[in-house]
């Protein structure tokens, strides 16, 4: 399993780069080239999402950036420092969904996870105390390839 970490100031010029180094990890990794769209535009939101959540808490922190290459998946995990309401939707539900994290009062915050979930067949939400997580995944060329 192979994982690149990013790591950046919660700044919006930063996740046109994040988006770029997402795409060119998931190419190299065997994600159908007809779905690294998808791969840049989920990216972009998630990332665009948690540099919002720092500027609005006023965190300094980095967004977290992590790309995972396993045998038969890509993954990728965008994090936030930004303390939510014990609101975690770890039971794997979609965001909008029940027990899906309702974080922005406006509903900018509703409205990113909806692409999100649009973007991606397979995607996690969470959020807590810690900061809050979204995963996503999409498969590899070998996991196609194999019975």
Do not use: N, Y
């Amino acid at each position: 399993m192979a994982t690149v970490e990013l790591r950046f100031s919660a700044l919006p010029e930063h996740v046109r780069t994040a988006r770029l180094v997402a795409a060119a990890v998931a190419r190299r990794a065997g994600v159908d080239e007809a779905v690294l769209d998808e791969v840049r535009l989920a990216v972009g939101e998630a990332c665009s999402r948690a540099v919002g959540l720092h500027q609005s808490a006023g965190v300094t922190a980095p967004v977290r950036v992590a790309l995972i290459e396993e045998e038969k998946q890509f993954s990728i995990e965008v994090g936030d420092e930004v303390a939510h309401a014990d609101t975690s939707a770890g039971d794997g539900s979609a965001p909008g969904s029940p027990g899906a994290d309702d974080l922005d009062a406006d509903g900018e915050d509703d409205m990113g996870l909806a692409v999100i979930s649009g973007l991606v067949d397979d995607v996690e939400v969470t959020a807590g105390p810690e900061g809050g997580l979204i995963k996503m995944s999409w498969p590899t060329a070998t996991a196609t390839l194999l019975p």
